[in-house]
């Protein structure tokens, strides 16, 4: 008896003595990594967090040595909060900033390091609009969906005012004939609000202004002062926008909404037009009926000679960015590869009904038609988004304000002007290392 | 008390400890960051010559000093809700719980009240058409020249009942036979108040202007950020908020410190001479 | 010094005003400041209990039913309850410091004598008034460098910056009018200090200390402007730095945030319905000299 049992002991022993060598050993072979992930997309992209915390998942399944820890950022202060985190070199391992601007500050800021030292070309070419982030020869970042910014509008509104749904104005002139009718019918033509932090202002410079320019590059005369607003190329298109909003065009409380409620507008019905995502979109299509939307593209504004004028505005609006202070940064990469794998790409598209930016994606899955559409415009031509190509100070404190002094009618565009010139001053004053930064990156070429 | 020469030291260290991290260090940082800019090792005016150059540092400079203009307003408004309430005719201290309760209110969830409110087809504009007064649905929030005017009614609803309560709280505690004389002599009523009752309220009502200026110069952040932010355009921008959009949105250290150094160098002045009004007020007395 | 006597039911005096005219007006402006008080907390509140349908169709009237759709996707729409939790530990624990370091101060300053003390005092008066928005930028700047930022620690040593000289002045004054031979007899009976504090200064003080916790918690609860900067993260934010957030950029929801508002503002109700005296003792304790 005692034998057997002492015989059992060692065996035991011995067994456990085996198990724990193993254990260390593989842990030796592949060492435990875990990358922490600030995570935004479902603003853009409801359903956006499901799908990453199962990307995560699958992906520890497949490298159980590797977990990602996704931390979804909130809308109004994911910028802010990661540059504080670059600030002190910690923080997340990935991370996701709107792009261009804010990728490239981190850039320049040496908080993260470029992506295509850590993916292959052979890769990185099956990606859509990585050119938003290209600096120095390299990508600084990511992208994963893509954006779009149609003119929605409302098909039965279109009817009572005795408006051919199919056919939607192409361009500016169509478009204020056909605001006009609407107005005699009743309809309140387009909707928005300016309101707090609304990005109205520099969304119509994004879809408007750009008819101007030849390239994003151009942008730069206006930022370094070698030309200003007097000059049409940067200034017609606030005669535009004026018009709009002097003859009535727009939702009378325009300036006493927030964005939210101006989105709001378009579900209830209450307005014909309005600028929207593709994430927008689908709520619209829910809320007033698919049969009723109609996708059409910012109209052409005549007098606009620019060769970007026939570009459509759609972006990979976030971009995601290994942190130069990551310990792991190969295999962060890989992580970023996974999410571009065929099959997750697929399932982002199902989940959340955007376009994924990858040029393998199975675009025979898009069966709903407002997708189709959306796809369709989304692919259509070269995309520029020119909010991505100015300094944050000339957005929120130059064309935030712009617009809502012209939409609250208490000024013209040679007032904007002025604010906006003054901006542009203090920035340059006060950002030189900025106004470098701009000159070396736009200037090339 | 017997002083054992260590125990108040030990007694006092925890706070001055805070103290010194919380006021002695951003005082003289703010100092510091105001005169230097990225890049240069030399002092450098140039964040003073931005601010000063910058016509929306003095808009919000502007906007402050107007907001000034609700000090005497609520004041007013205080004394004279106040003075009623200490006539405690029934239900007086219900009453005064009421006129209180906003004080307590977070400006937060308020400042998004009233902004549900105030929309140009909310639920005052929309009362006011349907009453026949059209007219004045104007639109609060939207309008460049309405929007400051706008978000003073917030703060004069919030900041009145703390009036109310300062004045009621002395009157409360003033003898008796200082009120009944004067009726027993045949004052009437507004006689009563204007010259037996006010004046005792003096030193009161000093220390709540006192208050309350320097409330309206640098603690009025709340409000803005959460009814307007600024806008429409930069008709109802403050300092407070000048400060936050240099140092989170033009990211620029030098110039937010540049704009503190000038607020505090403003509330230093400002407390000064008022310290020094008093006294003279008092050694007038 | 804390004396005023506020709960007069029982004072009966000769109304001055007896006049029926005079009563009318008394009554229609108290009844007027009480119904503008009232009214925008009243539709707060009630525009919380509607689905949004019926807040469009019906935005004053009341809730009839109440329902709670509203609260239930405010819920869902942010971590509410994890902000609300944020928004107590952080005054909890403010609270819980501030006390703490304001009853050993103010014995020190009201009973004991050191070198500084009055200019002590003077340094106390003064940061009473200095505008706190100053000290945000290099505090920011050190928080982040070492790593403190998005940290409950961040913002309660803000927060105790900016009440401890309030509080020590309201508690030194008070701790002035407790009688020096008691303190003198407790330590001949060989009381340490520390323990005449606790067992003899705080029980007494009781009524100024609880004033003292209401006010601050209130000024703590409804502070913005530091809980933004410093409390980033979901996992750190306030209730009201929630709020900003809800909102929202991409839809609406107006009797949502109305709800998330109420559940933020609810606290603050519920202490000032039970808490009143305090508040008012403590607000009018600091003026009247």
């Given at each position: 008896?005692?034998?057997?049992?002492?015989?059992?002991?060692?065996?035991?022993?011995?067994?456990?003595?085996?198990?724990?060598?193993?254990?260390?050993?593989?842990?030796?072979?592949?060492?435990?990594?875990?990358?922490?992930?600030?995570?935004?997309?479902?603003?853009?992209?409801?359903?956006?967090?499901?799908?990453?915390?199962?990307?995560?998942?699958?992906?520890?399944?497949?490298?159980?040595?590797?977990?990602?820890?996704?931390?979804?950022?909130?809308?109004?202060?994911?910028?802010?909060?990661?540059?504080?985190?670059?600030?002190?070199?910690?923080?997340?391992?990935?991370?996701?900033?709107?792009?261009?601007?804010?990728?490239?500050?981190?850039?320049?800021?040496?908080?993260?390091?470029?992506?295509?030292?850590?993916?292959?070309?052979?890769?990185?070419?099956?990606?859509?609009?990585?050119?938003?982030?290209?600096?120095?020869?390299?990508?600084?970042?990511?992208?994963?969906?893509?954006?779009?910014?149609?003119?929605?509008?409302?098909?039965?509104?279109?009817?009572?005012?005795?408006?051919?749904?199919?056919?939607?104005?192409?361009?500016?002139?169509?478009?204020?004939?056909?605001?006009?009718?609407?107005?005699?019918?009743?309809?309140?033509?387009?909707?928005?609000?300016?309101?707090?932090?609304?990005?109205?202002?520099?969304?119509?410079?994004?879809?408007?202004?750009?008819?101007?320019?030849?390239?994003?590059?151009?942008?730069?005369?206006?930022?370094?002062?070698?030309?200003?607003?007097?000059?049409?190329?940067?200034?017609?298109?606030?005669?535009?926008?004026?018009?709009?909003?002097?003859?009535?065009?727009?939702?009378?409380?325009?300036?006493?909404?927030?964005?939210?409620?101006?989105?709001?507008?378009?579900?209830?019905?209450?307005?014909?037009?309005?600028?929207?995502?593709?994430?927008?979109?689908?709520?619209?299509?829910?809320?007033?009926?698919?049969?009723?939307?109609?996708?059409?593209?910012?109209?052409?504004?005549?007098?606009a000679k620019g060769k970007l004028k026939n570009c459509y505005n759609t972006t990979q609006s976030t971009s995601q960015m290994i942190t130069s202070w990551c310990k792991d940064k190969k295999v962060a990469a890989n992580f970023l590869m996974f999410m571009h794998s065929p099959e997750r790409m697929n399932a982002w598209y199902l989940q959340t009904m955007t376009i994924p930016a990858d040029d393998r994606f199975n675009q025979k899955l898009i069966t709903d038609p407002i997708m189709k559409h959306i796809y369709a415009l989304n692919t259509s031509s070269k995309n520029v988004w020119m909010e991505n190509y100015i300094p944050t100070q000339l957005d929120t404190n130059g064309y935030r304000p712009a617009g809502q002094i012209i939409t609250s009618g208490s000024g013209k565009p040679a007032d904007v002007y002025e604010i906006l010139e003054r901006t542009l001053k203090l920035w340059r004053m006060g950002k030189p290392d900025e106004l470098a930064r701009f000159k070396g990156w736009l200037g090339r070429d | 008390?017997?002083?054992?020469?260590?125990?108040?030291?030990?007694?006092?260290?925890?706070?001055?400890?805070?103290?010194?991290?919380?006021?002695?260090?951003?005082?003289?940082?703010?100092?510091?960051?105001?005169?230097?800019?990225?890049?240069?090792?030399?002092?450098?005016?140039?964040?003073?010559?931005?601010?000063?150059?910058?016509?929306?540092?003095?808009?919000?400079?502007?906007?402050?000093?107007?907001?000034?203009?609700?000090?005497?307003?609520?004041?007013?408004?205080?004394?004279?809700?106040?003075?009623?309430?200490?006539?405690?005719?029934?239900?007086?201290?219900?009453?005064?719980?009421?006129?209180?309760?906003?004080?307590?209110?977070?400006?937060?969830?308020?400042?998004?009240?009233?902004?549900?409110?105030?929309?140009?087809?909310?639920?005052?504009?929309?009362?006011?058409r349907s009453v026949g007064l059209g007219q004045f649905a104007l639109n609060w929030l939207g309008n460049q020249n309405l929007v400051l005017p706008t978000i003073m009614t917030v703060i004069i609803w919030q900041q009145t009942g703390f009036g109310v309560i300062l004045f009621l709280a002395r009157l409360l505690s003033l003898p008796v036979e200082v009120t009944e004389a004067a009726t027993v002599d045949g004052v009437n009523w507004f006689q009563r108040n204007l010259y037996i009752i006010l004046p005792q309220l003096k030193s009161i009502i000093i220390f709540f202007t006192v208050n309350e200026a320097i409330s309206m110069l640098t603690w009025v952040f709340s409000y803005v950020y959460v009814i307007s932010a600024g806008g429409p355009g930069f008709s109802s921008y403050v300092l407070e908020l000048y400060l936050w959009q240099a140092a989170f949105s033009l990211r620029s250290p030098g110039v937010a410190s540049a704009i503190a150094v000038f607020l505090l160098l403003a509330a230093v002045i400002l407390v000064i001479l008022s310290f020094r009004y008093i006294g003279r007020e008092e050694d007038a007395l | 010094m804390n004396s005023t006597p506020l709960d007069l039911k029982h004072q009966s005096r000769k109304r001055q005003f007896g006049s029926f005219l005079g009563k009318i007006i008394t009554h229609i402006i108290l009844w007027s400041s009480s119904l503008l008080a009232l009214f925008p907390i009243y539709f707060m509140i009630s525009a919380s209990f509607k689905s949004r349908a019926n807040f469009l169709a019906n935005p004053i009237g009341l809730p009839l039913p109440p329902q709670l759709i509203s609260y239930g996707l405010a819920f869902a729409r942010g971590p509410v309850l994890r902000w609300f939790l944020n928004s107590s530990i952080i005054t909890v624990g403010t609270l819980l410091i501030s006390v703490f370091f304001s009853c050993l101060a103010a014995?020190?300053?009201?009973?004991?004598?050191?070198?500084?003390?009055?200019?002590?005092?003077?340094?106390?008066?003064?940061?009473?008034?200095?505008?706190?928005?100053?000290?945000?930028?290099?505090?920011?700047?050190?928080?982040?460098?070492?790593?403190?930022?998005?940290?409950?620690?961040?913002?309660?040593?803000?927060?105790?910056?900016?009440?401890?000289?309030?509080?020590?002045?309201?508690?030194?004054?008070?701790?002035?009018?407790?009688?020096?031979?008691?303190?003198?007899?407790?330590?001949?009976?060989?009381?340490?200090?520390?323990?005449?504090?606790?067992?003899?200064?705080?029980?007494?003080?009781?009524?100024?200390?609880?004033?003292?916790?209401?006010?601050?918690?209130?000024?703590?609860?409804?502070?913005?402007?530091?809980?933004?900067?410093?409390?980033?993260?979901?996992?750190?934010?306030?209730?009201?730095?929630?709020?900003?957030?809800?909102?929202?950029?991409?839809?609406?929801?107006?009797?949502?945030?109305?709800?998330?508002?109420?559940?933020?503002?609810?606290?603050?109700?519920?202490?000032?319905?039970?808490?009143q005296r305090y508040l008012v003792r403590g607000l009018t304790a600091g003026s009247i000299k």
């Open positions: 008896m005692h034998l057997q049992l002492k015989r059992l002991l060692v065996i035991s022993l011995l067994f456990l003595v085996i198990i724990s060598a193993v254990n260390s050993q593989s842990q030796a072979a592949s060492p435990k990594v875990k990358l922490t992930y600030w995570w935004w997309a479902e603003g853009d992209a409801p359903g956006a967090d499901k799908w990453m915390l199962e990307t995560a998942k699958l992906y520890n399944k497949l490298h159980p040595n590797v977990t990602i820890e996704v931390v979804p950022q909130s809308t109004d202060t994911f910028i802010a909060s990661f540059q504080t985190a670059a600030q002190a070199k910690s923080g997340p391992d990935i991370a996701c900033q709107w792009a261009t601007i804010p990728v490239l500050s981190q850039a320049w800021a040496g908080a993260i390091v470029p992506i295509s030292d850590y993916i292959p070309k052979t890769e990185l070419k099956h990606w859509l609009n990585l050119d938003e982030n290209l600096y120095g020869g390299k990508i600084w970042g990511g992208s994963l969906y893509m954006i779009g910014v149609p003119l929605v509008y409302n098909k039965a509104l279109f009817k009572k005012a005795g408006l051919n749904p199919e056919k939607p104005p192409i361009t500016w002139d169509e478009f204020l004939d056909y605001c006009a009718k609407l107005k005699k019918a009743g309809i309140i033509p387009i909707g928005g609000g300016t309101k707090g932090d609304s990005n109205l202002g520099p969304w119509m410079f994004s879809v408007l202004n750009m008819q101007y320019l030849d390239s994003p590059n151009d942008i730069l005369k206006l930022l370094t002062g070698e030309a200003d607003f007097s000059n049409p190329k940067y200034g017609d298109w606030y005669n535009k926008f004026y018009e709009l909003c002097n003859k009535g065009y727009y939702n009378d409380d325009i300036a006493s909404l927030d964005w939210g409620q101006g989105v709001d507008l378009f579900s209830r019905g209450k307005v014909a037009f309005e600028w929207a995502t593709d994430g927008n979109i689908l709520q619209y299509a829910k809320d007033i009926g698919p049969e009723n939307i109609g996708l059409t593209r910012t109209p052409t504004i005549a007098n | 008390m017997k002083s054992h020469s260590a125990t108040p030291y030990l007694f006092i260290f925890p706070t001055m400890a805070v103290i010194a991290l919380i006021f002695a260090y951003p005082i003289c940082e703010i100092f510091r960051l105001s005169l230097i800019v990225p890049g240069s090792a030399k002092i450098s005016f140039s964040n003073f010559q931005f601010i000063f150059s910058d016509s929306v540092f003095w808009t919000s400079l502007k906007h402050n000093l107007s907001l000034l203009i609700l000090v005497p307003i609520i004041l007013v408004l205080a004394l004279i809700i106040g003075i009623f309430l200490y006539e405690r005719v029934k239900g007086w201290l219900f009453h005064r719980s009421m006129v209180f309760l906003p004080y307590v209110m977070p400006i937060a969830v308020m400042g998004i009240t009233f902004s549900y409110l105030y929309q140009y087809n909310g639920l005052l504009n929309n009362f006011l | 014995y020190a300053i009201a009973k004991m004598q050191f070198f500084g003390k009055n200019s002590m005092l003077k340094l106390l008066i003064a940061l009473m008034i200095l505008p706190p928005v100053v000290l945000i930028v290099p505090l920011f700047i050190l928080m982040t460098n070492i790593h403190l930022i998005n940290t409950y620690w961040s913002a309660i040593i803000m927060y105790l910056g900016i009440l401890l000289p309030f509080s020590i002045y309201l508690l030194s004054s008070f701790f002035r009018t407790i009688s020096d031979e008691l303190i003198e007899a407790a330590y001949i009976d060989g009381c340490t200090t520390f323990q005449i504090l606790w067992k003899i200064m705080v029980p007494l003080s009781i009524n100024a200390i609880l004033t003292l916790v209401v006010v601050n918690m209130v000024w703590v609860w409804n502070e913005l402007i530091i809980a933004l900067v410093f409390l980033q993260s979901d996992e750190v934010r306030t209730i009201m730095g929630g709020l900003t957030l809800l909102k929202g950029r991409y839809f609406v929801n107006e009797p949502m945030v109305l709800a998330a508002g109420t559940i933020a503002a609810l606290p603050m109700i519920l202490v000032y319905l039970f808490g």
